[in-house]
């Protein structure tokens, strides 16, 4: 009997260890391929379609630590903004159309970046990084002669991340948050609730610590069915902004289908009250 319970033992401690080793590989995994997971990054130097977007240009913007970026710029109509926009992961330029058409129908004006390892910019991603990507963007607009209160900084999705933490370091007339979340960790703490995640991810983009020190009236919108980033997140990210702040939801609209939806109507609305 004593030799059972001895065999029994040290099967159930092996079937621990066992068990240990494999959560310990999935967590070591995880964080091997955690940025893969989180850009997605698509590399493809792509021209912009001069037939959907007449004017626009393709420019080179260089970083300091010696990156490339590629960049899609329409100086807008007269009395119109610029929009210094950033976008989610895996898109690429080309990718983003639907949007550029929508402003430029409009006379709006856009710098589109392709952060570093997207499109056609060297480099690999990484939060600081991006980071850096984005104050590159908004100094080339000033260097171009527009000043703050023409410039609209605009984020989605992954992009909220980058936009959000411009803002804090840069004036502009005010700062758009589509599809935001209060950090790309929650999310993936959503949606690895076993993972020690706010442990294990490098690039945390915490728009929930940084969003009180931005200086600027910020417009959130959030889709009710969003799949990719729960609405919720938008929800308690506007909770954490200081005014002046304005919360829009988009009734029955997804992660990606705003645009299409007439958000940009809103947009126009609601720049237009700024002043």
Request: positive net charge; charged residues 20%.
């Amino acid at each position: 009997m004593k030799t059972l319970m001895r065999w029994i033992g040290r099967l159930l401690m092996a079937l621990v260890l066992m068990a240990g080793l494999a959560y310990a590989g999935a967590c070591g995994y995880l964080f091997v391929v955690q940025r893969d997971k989180l850009y997605l990054a698509p590399h493809a130097d792509i021209r912009p379609n001069l037939a959907e977007v007449p004017g626009i240009q393709d420019l080179r913007l260089k970083t300091p630590d010696g990156e490339t970026l590629q960049a899609w710029y329409l100086p807008p109509k007269p009395g119109r903004p610029i929009y210094l926009l950033f976008a989610g992961q895996g898109r690429r330029l080309d990718e983003q159309s639907h949007r550029h058409i929508a402003m430029s129908k409009r006379g709006d004006g856009f710098l589109a970046l392709a952060y570093r390892g997207f499109s056609g910019s060297t480099g690999k991603p990484s939060e600081d990084g991006l980071f850096m990507d984005g104050l590159v963007a908004y100094d080339w607009l000033k260097k171009a002669g527009y000043q703050p209160q023409q410039i609209v900084i605009h984020g989605h999705s992954l992009g909220s991340g980058v936009a959000t933490y411009v803002a804090t370091q840069r004036p502009a007339k005010g700062l758009i948050l589509e599809a935001p979340f209060t950090a790309a960790s929650d999310v993936a703490q959503e949606r690895y609730p076993y993972i020690p995640v706010q442990w294990l991810m490098l690039d945390k983009f915490a728009n929930r610590d940084r969003i009180g020190f931005v200086h600027m009236p910020i417009l959130i919108v959030h889709g009710d069915r969003d799949d990719m980033i729960p609405f919720a997140h938008g929800e308690r990210l506007y909770a954490l902004a200081p005014q002046p702040k304005t919360f829009k939801r988009m009734a029955g609209e997804g992660h990606s289908t705003l645009t299409r939806a007439g958000v940009y109507d809103f947009y126009d609305r609601w720049l237009s009250s700024l002043h």
